[in-house]
């Protein structure tokens, strides 16, 4: 059975920091494409990061330099280490995990930046 679980979201302050994880089970982690996605109320869902390999990743320009991805291949998790938060970083973000024509999306954490 597949299982992504994201935890960390929360309240935070504008210029805050919060780490996301994603625990993952049921699928060889480490051929996976994984990335967070996000969705801000009456807004598309948007992918925020993808990390393809150890080093190669992937950022949405408006989270270049704040947030950064990484994967623990030994624990099948994936994180987002997101600093500098602002207002319009809140939504739900999803792990998601992709390969060839299978992809995986968790259940979402919420993450709410307000003053």
């Known amino acids: 059975q597949v299982q992504l679980v994201e935890s960390g979201g929360g309240l935070v302050q504008p210029g805050d920091s919060l780490r996301l994880s994603c625990a993952t089970s049921g699928f060889t982690f480490a051929t996976y494409h994984m990335s967070w996605y996000r969705q801000a109320p009456g807004k598309e869902r948007e992918l925020v990061a993808t990390?393809?390999?150890?080093?190669?990743?992937y950022y949405k320009d408006t989270v270049k330099g704040r947030f950064t991805i990484s994967r623990d291949i030994a624990k099948n998790t994936v994180y987002l280490q997101m600093n500098s938060l602002k207002p319009e970083d809140t939504a739900v973000y999803y792990c998601t995990a992709f390969y060839l024509s299978k992809g995986y999306w968790g259940q979402g954490t919420q993450v709410t930046v307000s003053s």
């Open positions: 990390i393809i390999s150890g080093s190669c990743t």
